[in-house]
């Protein structure tokens, strides 16, 4: 057995402390920033911010005896979006709001970049963020999608608006004033369209931030399962991405499907041949 967290590197004097209190051995590896065993399990804390609990023992106690003894700071919203460079499926703009009190049940999760997540994984940690109602998404449709580029031809105009929009919804619930966005783009039109008080800052590579890798996961399981319930409209699996792949099964659909049910399913501004 084993479970991944991920934490951030500043955090590592505090967690050796807190594995020696608890019994366990520091060991030599030096591919590790450290490395624990205690009498059933395993703790390996990498360079890249992951942290390994493997073993036979008791990983879920622990992972809450860690995460209980660490202070971790919330207040403040985080959001990223799934399905921009995919040809077929929507666009889903995701947003948390990470609270003190609900930022270590997060932390337990194993939370970190979706795209690090294995699928078994995704549906079980969206699940259970879901169920602590911190988030709020936009889901547009391929078909709304089409239509909304036809006015703004501007992908990224599409993307500013929807991240917006659920920054004012988290502030309006939790009162949040600070927003960290997974950045899209030199120079978004967020503030454009913001209408809330919240000061947002945009960084690439903004997964490393708690709140937003919440988001990050969100956003990915909401898009795979809405691609899911288009596969089956097109009785064809609709892949993600945009690659050679979907651009085959995009040439296949357009040949036998009209203009509108193909609008349904495929972000038409794609170049496909």
């Not at 997540?117 to 109602?133: N, T």
């Not at 004033?177 to 039109?189: I, L």
């Not at 792949?245 to 203009?259: H, I, N, P, T």
Request: hydrophobic fraction near 40%; charge should be positive.
């Amino acid at each position: 057995m084993n479970k991944v967290l991920k934490f951030p590197l500043q955090w590592a004097d505090r967690l050796e402390e807190i594995l020696r209190e608890l019994g366990f051995q520091k060991e030599e590896n030096p591919n590790a920033v450290f490395c624990f065993k205690g009498k059933d399990l395993k703790v390996v804390f990498y360079p890249t911010g992951t942290f390994l609990v493997q073993g036979k023992g008791n990983i879920q106690e622990l992972v809450d005896k860690l995460v209980e003894n660490l202070r971790v700071e919330g207040e403040y919203i985080g959001t990223d979006e799934a399905g921009k460079g995919d040809l077929f499926g929507p666009l889903v703009v995701c947003g948390f709001a990470l609270t003190p009190k609900v930022a270590k049940e997060v932390l337990k999760l194993g939370v970190r970049d979706s795209k690090s997540v294995p699928p078994e994984s995704l549906k079980e940690i969206a699940q259970r963020l879901m169920e602590l109602e911190c988030h709020r998404c936009v889901k547009i449709s391929p078909y709304a999608y089409n239509e909304v580029y036809k006015k703004l031809q501007n992908l990224n105009k599409i993307l500013s608006l929807a991240h917006s929009t659920v920054i004012d919804q988290l502030f309006l619930e939790f009162g949040l004033t600070k927003a960290v966005v997974d950045k899209f783009m030199k120079g978004s039109y967020i503030d454009c369209f913001l209408n809330s008080p919240v000061e947002v800052r945009e960084e690439t590579k903004a997964e490393r931030y708690l709140a937003v890798a919440c988001a990050s996961i969100l956003a990915r399981y909401i898009y795979l399962k809405e691609l899911e319930k288009l596969s089956k409209i097109a009785w064809v699996r609709l892949p993600a991405g945009s690659g050679n792949e979907a651009k085959r099964v995009f040439q296949e659909l357009r040949a036998k499907l009209d203009g509108s049910t193909l609008k349904r399913l495929a972000k038409l501004h794609f170049k496909v041949s």
